[in-house]
């Protein structure tokens, strides 16, 4: 790995499972000897000031796509942000960094309320690279299952919309098009979640080794 850390952000639908894969993945690194100082698990949108506007937006907003450059400058305010006070820091300082959703998440939703990809690209010129992308990927249906399922998340939300998601997994699906000299790797996400896990973490073990 070097003196430079690790960068590995986590994509998919919601319902997907990633906030449990990357708890899973810091235990899984704890396992192997990794110090908990070492790792870093953060997410987007923050909790900065951008990231709550983003929240409120999203709160507030039944229509999306209406408000579609202005969350494209809010998601990207946020991510400068971010990589500006979070991820180079902790990048230079050795640390492995999962991250929960990253620029993949907006060029997928971006582009799908109207937004054209290259604008979005050139918004994020000079933003890292990720030493890894994981796409967990799994069937609309079963996605919503889970959501209706959880408590915590009080329903669907606007972006939850079963028509609406199709086009978001085709979207992440897509990505290896859109970033063709990165590395982006999907996982099965319906099956078990402990086999899941154990691919993911196959996955970044191999890269880190």
Do not use: W
Not at 55 to 83: G, I
Not at 89 to 113: H, M, N
Not at 149 to 171: N, T, Y
């Amino acid at each position: 790995m070097g003196s430079r850390g690790f960068f590995c952000v986590f994509e998919g639908v919601d319902g997907s499972g990633k906030g449990t894969v990357i708890s899973a993945v810091k235990n899984f690194l704890a396992a192997k000897g990794v110090s908990e100082e070492k790792v870093l698990l953060t997410a987007e949108p923050t909790s900065g000031f951008y990231g709550k506007k983003v929240r409120e937006l999203l709160a507030t907003s039944p229509r999306p796509d209406l408000n579609a450059k202005q969350f494209l400058d809010l998601y990207v305010a946020d991510r400068k942000e971010h990589v500006e006070k979070v991820i180079l820091p902790a990048l230079l300082e050795g640390k492995i960094i999962l991250c929960d959703r990253y620029k993949y998440s907006t060029f997928v939703y971006q582009s799908l309320q109207g937004i054209e990809v290259e604008k979005i690209r050139e918004l994020h010129a000079g933003m890292p690279v990720p030493d890894l992308a994981i796409i967990l990927d799994l069937p609309v249906e079963t996605a919503l299952e889970r959501i209706n399922s959880d408590s915590k998340r009080g329903g669907v939300d606007a972006f939850e919309r079963k028509d609406f998601l199709e086009k978001v997994r085709r979207g992440f699906l897509d990505l290896p098009k859109v970033f063709p000299g990165e590395k982006i790797s999907f996982v099965d996400a319906s099956v078990p979640l402990a086999k899941v896990c154990e691919k993911v973490c196959s996955l970044i073990y191999g890269q880190l080794h």
